[in-house]
Structure formats: structure tokens, C-alpha cells
């Protein structure tokens, strides 16, 4: 008689060369290789439908509005009445759809450098953007982060940096800098708040 | 300073509930739960591209050759003169091309249960059938190997089993029996050569 | 040349059948298989020394204090001033610990089913401890917990249950049922408090 | 109700980045980290009792005949009549047994550079060398191979190189070198045969 075995598919995500986290996989509803990183949109067991790139779950549909909520909600909260919000990264489009939920809100502007990863969330990730990306608020403009911040003078009222975590040879690394905290802050409007996100302690001790 | 580390997207292949071979994946060509079977076509960092059923290891680039001359050949010989042959699973296609590249075949049958997974290998594993799909000596039959075996009083010079594993509750069970091969032999010509594919008592220990 | 790999000896903490949470031994102080548990003392790569017991980690270095003050001494200043304390389980001795440092308490008694983890943790985790077993207000006694509270009398102002997770097939199982809370509340004195481990909805979402 | 998890100790054998093989551990018969080498001596759910040196199997009780009578006996035959034999390495002692076994043999001389692993194995192998250790014939060397071979002048019918793979960083990797081939052929006597394990292309295929 044959044995029934555990999962075969798996996501081995590293926070230590000593701790890994796995999730097994269900379904894979997307792969690919851009030109800056390595997506897959797939169905985990336990965290339900979830964007990795480069080997790290970035959110997952079992919890994903509290890491977007808590992102956004107090920034802009303690702004008190944001127009125009300035996102940077924010793929999935959760940020942005957190964003556009304030009523003051008049305008978005989301710069991501993976057009191809913009262009699958849109596809696959209906859950998280909700229609934002269909906002006319909303500005989407492929383009380096810092490249952008540099082109362009335009100030916000809230920035928030919704980026992947300052891995050695990702796309992000520099926009973890101090050189780049005052860029963005040379960007903000008298009163103007920035919020980041900025990888677990718990997961990525040695980061820091 | 941030760390560089393994693979993160790896394929563990289940030997016994002790014993587990784990590889990693660099790319997904495709992923498909069909009615029958859940598979990937996967490019391996180890073995190069491969397809993958139900969490095993079907072929790979590396050396799916070993595999299917051995599988073929030998019975092909032992014939000497086959001129009709049949398949049962057989889905990348490989099996296939190794009975038609004997001289005598005019023939070939093959007979699988997964539409969908043998439409995957046609268009995404072209070194390992080569075209024998194009080849007009080849027919191929999407049914279930036993319900073909009961439907169709056709004779083979040489039946070649090429099915998946036995795994409780996978399609190709009933055909590792002694009924089922005693029903293969009622289709074999006199003098005809039956072959399968029997599992390695190294990967799959607790099946016997 | 050869490659320098990633770590070769692994617990992997199974928390659902699609999640598991891997940490890299460096060391193993000590492993036994007892009458009622399978236990590994170790030094892991990421947590520091700790207690496996069953794939479960009890308690690592780096944070045992997080667990085990907070189970003690919110139930120790909701009292005020206990003077008899219950321990159900607590091999590491890092609860009595706890217990002790509470000026009022008179006697702490520690029921635990395992003695040879119980004189693991004494010898191997003195971290832990800190000495507890030697306090002359610690009483040890080597049982099981249900049974102990059946065959005693003796009623406590605060009773702590440090017990493993209700797994099948566990000695601690049965220690989760309400029944089993009601012989506990029957051994608190008026007054008295109770307090348990319960395990983690993360962790272990499955049991619930 | 609970569920019934797999393994949760194990042992990771990288063979390359890319592929790796688990082994499921049922008890710790020792571990250790000596001078040289970190070892554990295992009961393996699949193998039975093996030792591991560096996240190597190095052998295990299920087969480890195939690999000690493999290495001995063919070069003992080629020689004919071999009567001193010198062992490089051979920490298990099964070499030593190998080579005892021959009735010509006169003098087995074993150089090992770990005396806490020889101890291990003497104490918790049995199966593996069977009294080899108390064979008057045998003498032990604890020696690093390539300094012994430099500092006695002793000539040899057979001499076995039982090492651990060239890892980097690892004990035996300049003896895998052409200077130390040389230095063991100026010590084998007239028709002296020189026989060694050099690893597998299939488990260490980035060595070569």
C-alpha cells in the first residue's frame, strides 16, 4: 500500500542562514523573471493567495490589510487631511487602494520600477487593488523610485515607502539610506509625514 | 549588510516519510491541476527542465534519455521485428520517440488518461518528443490505459507501461495489478514483448 | 573547489501541514527518549540553547523570560499575595523560577509526569532555573498532573499549568479539557487564580 | 482534534546548491565537535545508525557493506597475497575489518586524524568494525595522514584512502592532491596497490 506524503511545493523564505520559514504552495498562478526580480503569485496552504518576490512573501490574503491598513492609516491620520499622497513601490496596489480610501484625497501618485509586476497584481491580485488602479486619482508611473524623486519636484502631504526589503542586489537597497530619507524628505509639504515600511526584526535580524 | 541566501522555491520529492530529495527550482513553465493530476514544468537548478506530478520527478533534461532508452529499447531487441506498439501513459512524449525511431514500427499507440498534461508536454517539452507527436505512424488515444485495454481488441507486438507510480488515490493504481496485467498480455501478439516501468526500490521503498 | 553549504542539522517545527518554522542545531546538549516524550537539548543557530520536546520548541534562551514572566506574574499580582503556588509541568524550572522571586510565596509545588526531563533541565539549563531547584521552598514531584490533583487535597492561591501542547497522543492532552479545568478551580483556594499556556493561533492554528 | 506531523528532525545532505537530500534522525546516539570535524552518530528513520561528519552521511548500517567491502577487498585481490595494509582515515573502523579479513594479512596500520571520532566509533559503531579495534594486527595511529606518511618510512601491499569528501575548510583536502598521490605511491612496496573513495559525481558533482 502507498503513503500519503506532505506537501511537495514549497516556499522556503530565510530569515537567518539558521531560521526558514515554509509555506507550501497549492497553486502557482503566475511566474516570472523580470528584468529587477523573481515573482510568483501563488495559492499557499495556509496564507491563502500571496505575491513572493526574490523569496520573500511581500502579503498574503489571509493578512494583508493589516500589513496595508497599518501602513498607511496612521500616516495619513496624523496628517489630518492629505491631498496628494506619494507612494513608492506598492506593486500589489494595496497601498494605493489605502490611500485612496481617505476622502481628502486628490491625488495618487505610485512609482514602481517592475512594470511586469505592476501588470500581474492588476491581473491576479483583484483582492488587494479593489478597482484602485481604475481610480482617476491615481497615477501609476514605472520608473527607479529614486530616479523619480530626483525628476521631479512635485511635494506631497504623505509619502509612504511600500518597498521590498533592502536585500543585497535588489532593486531596493538604496532607498534605505540616509541620502534618500532626506531626498524624499526635501519632497514632502510643510507638515508633510513619511512612513516606510521597514522589514521584521523577527525576520530579517540580521539586516540590521 | 544583508546576506545572500539559498534557493527559495524548491520541489521536495518524498522517498519515504524519512527520507526526502529536495530540489530547487529556478523557473515555472507551467503549472495545472488537470482532473487527474496536479503537475509543474519546472527548470531545475540540478537537473535542467523536468516535469513534475504529484510531487515526483517524471523526467528530466539531464537524463530523461537513460530513462526512456532503457525503458524501449531493450524490448524493442528482445522482438527483434516490432512493427506495432503500444504505450500506456507515455505523456512527455518520449516513449513515443524512442518506438518510432525503430526501423520496423508502423504503428504506435499511445494511450493517456491526462489531456491536458500531454497538451502541456507537446508544447513545452520539444527535447523530449522531438515530434514524435507529428509523426503519422503515431496515434494517440486520451482514455483511461484500462478502460482502452477492455474497449479495443487490437494486438501489440510490444505493450510498453510508462504510467506514474502506484500512489493511493493517483490515476495508474489498478494498472500495477495482476488483473491488469493479465489483460495487457491478452493484447499482445504471439511473440509479443510487455515492458513497464516499475517504480525504483530506492525512491519508493514503502510502496513494496 | 568545493562550496560552502547551508546549515545540515535541522528541527522542523511543524505548525500546519503547509507551514513549517526550521531552525539549525549547532550543538545537542542532550536527547533522550523518555516513557513519555521524545526531548532534544540543543544550541540553535538563531534562538540560543533550548528545549525541543516532541518537535515542539519549550523555550530558547534568547526569550524564555517573555514567556515564562508573563505567564507567571500577571495570575502572581492579580492575587496580590500568594502564598501557595501550583505548577503543572514546568520541567525547565524557569516557572518556579518566577513563582519564587514573589516575596509573599511560602511553597511552590511543581508536578511534573517526565523526571528525566525534569533532571535534564535541572543539569543542562541552569540559565533557566537559575538555581529554583535548590530553593527549599520548592517542592518537585514527579507525576502525572490530573492524577496528582485527584490524589491531593491541597489548595493554591495561584496555579500555573506549563504544560506541553494538547498533541494527540501527548501526555498533556486530556490537562486541556474542561473537565480537567474544573478540578483545577476545585484546588484553588477563594480567591486564587489560574493561568495556562494555551499554545499560539499561529503556531498552531490547527488545534484549535 | 490534533494532528499527526512528519519527522521533525533532520539531517540536510547538500549535494549541490540546488539538490538536497533529508534524512529523518529517530534518536541521537552522540554528537560532537572535536578539533577537526563536528559529528553525530544517529539512528536514521530510513538508513538505521550512521555517522554524519560536516552534513555528510558518512556511512550508514543499512549498507554500509556495499561501500567498505566495495573499497577493500577488489585492491586486496588485485595484490593477491597483501600483507600490510595502511588505512588513511577509516574513522569507523570497517576499513580496518575489511582488510583484517584477508588471511595473508600480517599488519593493518590506520591513520586517523580525529581521536574523538575513532573513540565514537569504537564505542558506538560495534556493527561497523566488529573487534577489528582489539585485532592484534591493528594499530591505531592518531596522525594527520599526510604527516604520517611524511615521518615513517614503512612500505605497504595495500594502502586505502578512507577520507572524508574534499571539503573546503575540511581536514582531508590536500590529500586528494597529485603531491600526496606521489607521496602514498613512495610508500607502497614492488606491486603495491593504492585504492581510495573520491566521493560521487552524483552527491558532489560541484567538487569536481
Known amino acids: 500500500m502507498s503513503l500519503t506524503y506532505p506537501a511537495w511545493h514549497w516556499i522556503h523564505e530565510w530569515s537567518t542562514p539558521g ?28 496564507l491563502g493567495k500571496a505575491l513572493v518576490i526574490d523569496g520573500k512573501v511581500q502579503s498574503a490574503a489571509i ?12 500616516a495619513m491620520l496624523a496628517h489630518g487631511s492629505p491631498r496628494r499622497v506619494l507612494i513608492l513601490g506598492g506593486g500589489e496596489g494595496a497601498t494605493a487602494r489605502e490611500a485612496l480610501r481617505f476622502p481628502s484625497v486628490e491625488r495618487v501618485v505610485m512609482v514602481d520600477i517592475d512594470e511586469e509586476i505592476v501588470r500581474a497584481c492588476k491581473e ?8 484602485a488602479f481604475d481610480d482617476p486619482r491615481l497615477q501609476v508611473v514605472i520608473d527607479d523610485a529614486e530616479h ?11 509619502i509612504v515607502a511600500d518597498l521590498v526589503d533592502p536585500q543585497a542586489g535588489g532593486p531596493a537597497w538604496r532607498l534605505y539610506t540616509k541620502e534618500s530619507y532626506e531626498l524624499i524628505k526635501s519632497r514632502l509639504n510643510p507638515g508633510g509625514v513619511f512612513v516606510t515600511q521597514a522589514t521584521s526584526p523577527v525576520l530579517t535580524p540580521k539586516v540590521h
Not at 497549492?26 to 515573482?39: C, H, I, L, P
Not at 493578512?63 to 496612521?74: A, K, R, T
Not at 491576479?124 to 478597482?131: D, F, I, M, S, T
Not at 523619480?148 to 504623505?158: H, Q, T
Open 124 to 131: 491576479l491580485l483583484p483582492e488587494w487593488h479593489r478597482g
Open 63 to 74: 493578512d494583508e490589510f493589516v500589513y496595508h491598513e497599518s501602513l498607511v492609516q496612521p
Open 148 to 158: 523619480y524623486l530626483r525628476s521631479s519636484s512635485e511635494r506631497f502631504d504623505v
Open 19 to 46: 531560521t526558514v520559514h515554509l509555506h507550501a504552495v497549492k497553486s502557482v498562478y503566475a511566474f516570472g523573471r523580470t528584468k529587477y526580480q523573481t515573482y510568483l503569485v501563488v495559492e499557499f496552504d495556509d
